[in-house]
């Protein structure tokens, strides 16, 4: 008991020693809003239909599409740092809250045209390079859903609030990354490119889902911080709001059908490897399901052996299945044959 009184005195006497040796004046840390000057000047500098501005975007706009034709995650993260698109938006989203009219007109003109850019430099190289094909980086930008429109709100508040700061820039490289502008408008311009209208669909929702989440939630992070009024804004946030409840149709839908079609997926994989012989022991490489009206369409691959599995017993299986789930299931099982071929030393070298 004295040990223990006397640790409880040592540790009280080292948090009382390390508090007095923080205390101080710190006021000099408390960095406060940029003043409305300094923020327009950076603002409008970012929304300026520069020849840098065209540039840089010229060249995301390259690297985001080699990146998605190759599938290669890195190259796109880098189109997404090099792409100057959240200037005009975040500029937009300024300018709403302050009324500025004349900066609204400039960073939307600069929106449009960077957009168009970017969509048209992507349509050329997809058709240069000549890949008919679309990979995994490509359909995964193809179905938005909420949380898309999530990380878009979150992405534009952090946007806003760093632009209003002085000492915390280095967070906009990471806000780029996070909301992903340039990909979803090179996903655009190579379903254009190849006559996919559903890829451009998708793309084009993707991308309206990020901006509008932007230009929304950075216009209530000026006016928290006290830029313009709620009457200058009103009528843009109205205009957002609206918007926002609109592209939330068809993205809660898609968000419910992730996540119905990922349960089932879970549960046939269950169903597979645990309650069924002809696939307990099997190498399955995919499952993939779709929804069709009221019936599900699943389709296996399978790696096996060259006769391992047959007709019969693929119809067995989905028999169980389908009244496992309760729902009509049409299963397409494709099989990969396996050959194994060793080649054992040989004394040729002797």
């Known amino acids: 008991m004295w040990l223990i009184n006397q640790v409880r005195r040592w540790g009280k006497e080292q948090f009382t020693q390390l508090k007095e040796s923080n205390s101080g004046e710190w006021h000099w840390l408390a960095e406060k809003p940029m003043p409305v000057a300094g923020l327009n000047r950076s603002l409008w500098r970012g929304a ?14 390259i690297i ?25 938006i975040i500029a937009i989203a300024y300018s709403m809250v302050m009324g500025n009219q004349r900066l609204l007109k400039r ?19 997809a058709r240069i390079v000549g890949i008919r094909t ?31 700061r002085r000492h915390v820039a280095d967070a906009l490289p990471g806000v780029a990354i996070a909301v992903a502008l340039v ?12 006559g ?8 084009s929702l993707l991308f309206l889902a990020n901006l509008i989440g932007i230009i929304f939630s950075g216009a209530l992070v000026f006016l928290g911080q006290r830029y313009g009024s709620i009457e200058r804004a009103r009528q843009g946030l109205i205009l957002s709001i609206g918007a926002i409840i609109l ?29 069924t012989l002809t696939f307990a022991s099997r190498d399955i490489r995919s499952i993939k399901v779709q929804r069709q009206e009221d019936s599900l369409i699943v389709e296996l ?16 299986v989905r028999d169980f299945v389908q009244q496992s789930l309760k729902k009509p299931l049409t299963l397409n099982v494709r099989v990969i044959p396996i050959q194994e071929f060793t080649a054992p030393a040989s004394n040729s070298l002797k």
Do not use: H
Request: aromatic share 6%; charged share 10%; no cysteine.
């Open 48 to 61: 300026v239909p520069s020849k840098n501005f065209y540039i840089l975007l010229f060249l995301s706009g």
């Open 64 to 88: 985001s599409t080699v990146g998605l034709l190759a599938n290669s995650a890195a190259t796109i993260i880098g189109a997404m740092i090099v792409a100057p698109l959240m200037g005009p």
């Open 107 to 125: 960073a939307s003109f600069t929106l449009l045209t960077g957009v168009v850019l970017t969509v048209v430099t992507s349509m050329l190289i």
């Open 134 to 164: 679309f990979g995994p980086e490509i359909w995964g930008r193809v179905s938005p859903t909420l949380l898309d429109l999530a990380v878009a709100l979150a992405a534009g508040a952090a946007g806003a609030y760093a632009k209003s």
């Open 183 to 194: 990909p979803p408008l090179s996903v655009m311009g190579i379903g254009i490119a190849m």
């Open 196 to 203: 996919s209208q559903s890829v451009t669909t998708g793309a």
């Open 247 to 275: 592209l939330g149709l068809p993205l809660g839908f898609s968000l419910d059908n992730l996540l119905l079609k990922e349960r089932t997926r879970r549960s046939i994989e269950y169903l597979l490897y645990r309650r």
């Open 301 to 316: 691959e399978v790696a096996a052996p060259i006769g391992a599995i047959s007709e019969n017993q693929v119809n067995m």
